[in-house]
């Protein structure tokens, strides 16, 4: 029988150290030979990336030696770190970024690329093989003498000889792909100051011997359209996802050169490209090509007949994130999990529906009674407009609440911001909710999954539209019942931690915040960010410097005097994406003017915490942050988190 506690009290058997070292990252799934193949990061071996492999009927085995860490650099946030071919495994090691081969059999791997004139100067992604096996095509990124040049070079596979430059002067390049009979390369590019999302191009070209032969020819897309994942179907055929109608649908190029729509939706086929290497649909025999698609956090697999119905699939899952879909024969393989289900790598059958889990994420099977499912909720916001999001409401089998009382409130604002919310299992906002505290997960305007417009709702509008939408969700909440709104937290990372310091600075409908690695000065991230960003806050807010007025504006840190409520921040001490100079400013302002903070650096981190020790603090502090601000007793011991300028409770 639930035992009455209050809110926020309750004793929950998902403890921070299960979400921080109960399971794994699961990514970049790829077949060769018969065998599946992913990328496992590590929180327990401080989130060092490994290659696995499983051949039918053997547990999967590691491929990448101690000593080695498969995950590139380029754009930051990296991704296609790895490719796979008949005769050997590639990938990208962290520590020096460049590539090596590791031949079946070979006790360690050997770098084919040259020794970078400075520390991973010298950055390799997003490799596409040629059909002979001799070479590499893929992106590299160098840097020297202050500047960052993004190229399309060719890789001897044997490392006899230099890269070979194909293709330069873009500011950017991806997907590099080769075509079945090795004679043509499809490629995106595009400039500043879009990004992939806003507008790419794609680019095709006869490859000859060591180049390309003649111009490139563009396919599709331009400064206003998307074009995502070109593929080459098996029989020659180019494939790709193009945001042209206003949602990412897929095409072939027609033997004309004309794009003939396969299935038109409003809905998405395509993804933000954040990272390289991801993959919404892939080609099965007889002409079929199975696909991810959907509208929101709630996704399906259909299989789109040659004749153009598209077919979607009886599966347990509602999540495929990230987009990882490959085929095994006449099988799929692909990521997938749901609200209460951990993400796996899975085999499919489409013909029987039948799965087979090769990996899943979480070595512990955790007890349903404690897990909540999210409802997804649609409310209005600011302009009249609506909004999305998904509610994860309290759930503990042992504990309710008191009669009367309702629970705090954490909105959490994703990342991105051009990103989007995912209803796979978040086992850290099950640590939240098990333990009496809500969590509404907002898809506000600006995010992926509900079309171009949507997504461009932000257009000038970052930390007004995405602060107007988080606010409603809180406020629609509260009015529907379901949360105290005296206890409202927000809570966010990255650019979810900027939408959390506007929030929390520019209104007052919050309680408490927590930022992990957050934006406070939007023109310090203008002028000091990575190339891949360096430009992106152009079209969220304006052109830098011109606007600079508008960036300050912006800025939580110049209105300070603004924040009435208790802050917790959290920041990797090597984070070049938003350097620690943000938080450490932000938590100085907040100093002098004593508001409530509690300021947590963690040494060796970078943009996102990966080491499992890291992980665990800074959950557990945030929980014990709420404690003291929303006052509650925790039920499980916590480290206790020193926060300056909070009044003893009575």
């Not at 171009?452 to 529907?480: P, S």
Request: net charge negative.
């Amino acid at each position: 029988m639930a035992a009455t506690a209050p809110y926020g009290s309750w004793s929950s058997p998902i403890s921070a150290e299960l979400v921080a070292a109960g399971g794994v990252s699961l990514d970049e799934v790829r077949v060769a030979g018969g065998a599946v193949h992913w990328v496992e990061g590590r929180p327990l071996e401080g989130g060092r990336q490994v290659v696995c492999r499983a051949v039918r009927g053997q547990p999967p085995e590691d491929l990448v030696p101690e000593g080695f860490n498969a995950r590139t650099r380029v754009h930051e946030y990296g991704g296609g770190a790895y490719l796979v071919t008949d005769e050997a495994l590639f990938f990208s090691n962290f520590a020096d970024q460049r590539l090596y081969r590791l031949d079946p059999g070979a006790d360690r791997p050997r770098p084919i690329t040259p020794d970078p004139p400075g520390p991973a100067a010298h950055r390799y992604a997003d490799a596409s093989p040629t059909p002979d096996g001799r070479r590499l095509v893929c992106v590299r990124e160098r840097h020297q003498e202050g500047r960052v040049d993004n190229e399309l070079v060719a890789v001897p596979t044997d490392g006899d000889g230099p890269p070979v430059v194909l293709a330069a002067g873009r500011d950017f390049y991806a997907s590099p792909r080769v075509s079945p009979d090795g004679r043509r390369l499809a490629w995106l590019e595009w400039d500043h100051p879009n990004m992939p999302w806003d507008g790419t191009e794609l680019k095709l070209a006869t490859l000859a011997g060591d180049g390309l032969a003649g111009d490139p020819a563009t396919v599709a897309g331009g400064p206003e359209e998307s074009v995502f994942q070109p593929a080459w179907s098996p029989d020659g055929v180019l494939h790709l996802a193009c945001d042209a109608s206003g949602w990412w649908n897929l095409y072939r190029v027609g033997a004309g050169g004309a794009l003939e729509a396969l299935a038109p939706a409003a809905e998405e086929f395509g993804h933000p490209q954040w990272v390289f290497g991801l993959s919404t649909y892939t080609f099965l025999p007889g002409g079929r090509i199975a696909c991810i698609h959907g509208r929101g956090p709630m996704q399906r697999l259909g299989i789109l007949e040659p004749d153009g119905v598209l077919n979607d699939l009886e599966l347990p899952f509602t999540s495929f994130h990230p987009p990882q879909l490959r085929a095994l024969g006449e099988r799929l393989v692909c990521l997938a999990g749901g609200p209460t289900q951990a993400a796996a790598v899975v085999i499919i059958d489409p013909t029987t529906g039948g799965v087979h889990v090769l990996r899943s994420s979480e070595d512990r099977e955790l007890d349903p009674g404690f897990l909540t499912v999210p409802e997804p909720i649609e409310f209005p916001t600011a302009g009249g407009r609506t909004a999305h999001a998904l509610y994860y409401p309290p759930a503990n089998r042992d504990a309710k609440g008191p009669e009367g009382e309702r629970p705090p409130l954490v909105v959490a604002s994703h990342g991105g911001p051009t990103a989007g919310v995912s209803s796979g299992l978040h086992v850290g906002y099950q640590f939240f909710t098990s333990r009496g505290i809500a969590v509404v997960d907002v898809d506000y305007g600006g995010s992926t999954g509900y079309g171009r417009a949507y997504r461009r709702r932000l257009d000038g509008q970052w930390g007004i539209v995405d602060v107007d939408d988080c606010v409603a969700a809180a406020r629609y909440l509260a009015g529907r019942g379901d949360v105290d709104p005296s206890r409202l937290a927000i809570r966010g990372g990255s650019a979810g931690g900027y939408t959390t310091l506007c929030a929390l600075t520019f209104r007052d409908d919050f309680a408490a915040g927590a930022s992990y690695y957050g934006v406070a000065d939007v023109a310090a991230l203008a002028r000091d960010t990575h190339k891949f960003e360096s430009r992106y806050l152009d079209r969220l807010i304006g052109p830098w410097p011109q606007a600079e007025a508008l960036y300050r504006e912006r800025s939580p840190i110049h209105f300070t005097d603004r924040l009435s409520c208790p802050v917790i921040l959290l920041q990797g001490l090597e984070d070049e994406v938003v350097p620690p100079a943000q938080a450490e400013t932000m938590a100085a302002a907040l100093d002098a003017k004593a508001i409530p903070y509690a300021y947590l650096p963690f040494p060796g981190e970078q943009h996102g915490f990966r080491q499992a020790a890291h992980i665990r603090r800074a959950l557990e502090a945030e929980l014990y942050f709420y404690g003291r601000v929303f006052g509650f007793e925790l039920a499980d011991p916590v480290q206790p988190v020193p926060i300056a300028h909070l009044q003893p409770g009575p």
